[in-house]
């Protein structure tokens, strides 16, 4: 598509439970990324995918969470065993490869999912 | 990545050009500055990026200074639908994340 997708748009989960989110990459491109909002302004980066390897996992917490990128099927990203500070809105964003040294290729960003851990 | 500096709130006028400074006195060489928005609670926004030329596209214009360290993004007649929180990013190719700072709320008032 020509859009990054994601769902649900919403997650309400008691805390313990598990939550599992999807991304649906722009079609074409390679590199996908997990971004966690938790306060208004405040991003953090989780992991990205090149394709469905992990590119780079140096942001994702080493304990309940984990991530898969897995040919023609969305992105997934799942918390085992929620925490209440894992309320967030979750985005996913996705880029193309970059085929000319130098260039860069610009992230695209998902409408997010709203997680909600009571 | 380098890291940005840019105030925490901006106002414009309605129809007036909002300018929106950003510092990014450690960019490499080969770190591009990008800018992108984020309207409410949506996605961020890509708005445009450049590396050492002035850009422009249909959102924006982007001035970078020559010594790179630092730009402004220019609408140049704000709507009342700009109002979003503007973030100024610098880093370098397609596979790397993007380091976001607290951003620019800019209010554009009637």
């Known amino acids: 598509g020509e859009e990054v997708a994601q769902t649900p748009k919403h997650l309400v989960r008691g805390e313990g439970q598990k939550a599992k989110l999807y991304c649906a990459p722009i079609k074409g491109h390679s590199y996908v990324f997990w971004y966690q909002q938790v306060l208004k302004n405040e991003f953090k980066f989780l992991i990205s995918f090149q394709n469905e390897n992990v590119f780079d996992e140096t942001g994702m917490p080493k304990e309940r969470f984990s991530a898969k990128c897995l040919p023609n099927s969305p992105c997934s990203l799942e918390i085992q065993a929620t925490k209440l500070e894992d309320s967030a809105v979750y985005f996913c964003a996705s880029s193309q490869l970059s085929r000319l040294a130098g260039r860069t290729d610009t992230q695209y960003f998902g409408p997010g999912t709203r997680l909600t851990v009571l | 990545d380098a890291k940005t500096t840019q105030p925490p709130s901006m106002d414009c006028a309605e129809g007036r050009a909002a300018n929106l400074p950003c510092n990014h006195s450690?960019?490499?060489?080969?770190?591009?500055v990008y800018w992108y928005r984020q309207i409410h609670s949506q996605g961020p926004q890509y708005i445009i990026h450049g590396l050492k030329n002035n850009e422009t596209n249909e959102m924006a214009s982007l001035i970078i200074t020559e010594d790179r360290k630092s730009s402004t993004l220019v609408l140049p007649h704000a709507t009342l639908r700009d109002t979003a929180v503007y973030y100024c990013?610098?880093?370098?190719?397609?596979?790397?994340?993007?380091?976001f700072g607290g951003g620019t709320r800019l209010m554009v008032k009637p």
């Open positions: 990013i610098v880093g370098h190719w397609a596979g790397n994340m993007l380091t």
């Open positions: 450690t960019i490499s060489g080969n770190e591009y």
